[in-house]
């Protein structure tokens, strides 16, 4: 399969994007092409312009900064399950990039071509939706930064405009009892996400003082389990109360559900519990 | 558009079109035809190849990104003639069948050697995930990942 014919121009820095895209109708940033190439090479789009920001220094990198993890959009997802920042404050994060796909796949797929993409079968979206993510883009009227929560606005549709580059995810360091996981059923061939649970949980003196439970895979967006969510907040971390508060999982997740041959809408709906208690216990278990 | 790119230490300067995959490139232009196509959409590993030595798959990248880059492919793991220790395990444990998956199946466990020298079992089974072998030879190709690594933890490459 080759992709129809395109220009191929690259950038060397966020300022340079900024001038290309201005300058090419109909162009598309490319960074590690795991989702984009597969697209082009099935024609499902054809852009006049390709614009690699693969090699933008300042897009790259991972550091902490005033209580903030500050994740350059061209990180990759090996790099993400790697970094020891990451690991140590936001394991979800690690956790979650360490299941995308298979290794060669998590060498070139980036943080942020995986949050533009947006695939409702993508795990980044529900995990950094969980741990209150907020998104750094840069366009022509200049820099502005959206919360995931409401970052997300549509199966493969962001509040990313066309003339805009997503420049940095910023992800709150994991403050003083609290802790996070994921836990997911993959698809056997792709590995994308059927079923994703992202959750936060924060206690204080025992009790749970918040919750922040995020699925993704079987609904358009990010969605949160409110009902578990409500079920957690205000209790001990046990296993009756989390085995109570998963079995809410369902409820609120509406009818706009996804489904395919390997795993039908009703079949996620029903199972998506178990996920959602793993990772609550995961969770759970590394408060203790 | 100009591209340079170095394939088992040997320069190609060519002129190529930026749709071409780097699969291709190393097939036709390269003549290195020990890479192969196997499902096209990223999923069955056959393309595998090592982009400044880390594992991609070269069906899901354009020949324009690896410019100026490093490319290793199966052809270029063998020393002064002599195999790399892997191309070795999978030779003494029978590690292939009809050989169509095997030069991704040995770039993928070189990835997995790299990041993890002593790997276990279900290590190798999950780190060769995105590698299909249709002969379905799984038991083979974990021992010779085993072999391998013993093979490389002795020093001899
Ligand atoms: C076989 C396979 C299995 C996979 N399995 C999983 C999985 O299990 N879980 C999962 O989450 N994902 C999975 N993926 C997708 C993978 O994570 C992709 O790498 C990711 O979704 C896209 O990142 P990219 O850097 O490759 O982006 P690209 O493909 O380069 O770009 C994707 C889109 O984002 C836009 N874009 C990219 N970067 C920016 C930016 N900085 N600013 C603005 N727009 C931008 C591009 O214009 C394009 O529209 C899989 C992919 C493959 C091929
Ligand atoms: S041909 Fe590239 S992964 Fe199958
Ligand atoms: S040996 Fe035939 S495909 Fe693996």
Known sequence: MFPA????????????????????????????????????????????????????????????????????????????????????????????????????????????????????ASDLPAVLTALGATFHMTGPDGSRAVPAESFFEGMMMTALQDNELLTAVEVPCQAEGQASAYSKLPHPASRYAVIGAAVRLTVAEGRCTEARVVLGGLTPIPTRALAVEQALTGKPLDDRTLQAASAATADGLGDDLLGDIYASAEYRKAVAHVYVRRALAAAAGRLA | MKVQLTINGRRFDREVEPRQ????????????????????????????????????????????????????????????GKLHPLQEAFWNKHGLQCGYCTPGMILASHELLRTNPDPSEPEIRHALEGNMCRCTGYQNIVRSVKEAAKTMAGGSQ
């Open chain 1, 5 to 120: 014919k395109f220009d191929y121009v690259r950038a060397d820095s966020a300022a340079d994007v900024g001038r290309l895209l201005a300058e090419h109708d109909d162009a598309k940033l490319l960074a590690g092409g795991h989702s984009l190439i597969p697209i082009l090479k099935l024609r499902l789009a054809a852009p006049a312009t390709l614009i690699d920001i693969g090699r933008i220094p300042e897009l790259k990198g991972v550091s902490v900064e005033g209580g903030a993890l500050r994740i350059g959009a061209l990180t990759t997802h090996a790099e993400l399950a790697s970094s020891d920042d990451i690991r140590r404050q936001a394991p979800a994060l690690a956790e979650a990039a360490a299941q995308i796909g298979d290794p060669a796949v998590r060498n070139r797929g980036t943080i942020g071509g995986n949050v533009a993409h947006a695939d409702p």
């Open chain 2, 21 to 80: 995959l780097l699969v291709h490139f190393l097939r036709d232009l390269g003549g290195l035809t020990g890479t192969k196509v196997g499902c096209d959409t990223s999923q069955c590993g056959a393309c595998t190849v090592l982009l400044d030595g880390v594992a991609v798959k070269s069906c899901t990248c354009l020949t324009v990104q690896a410019d100026g880059c490093q490319v290793t492919t199966v052809e270029g793991l063998s020393r002064d």
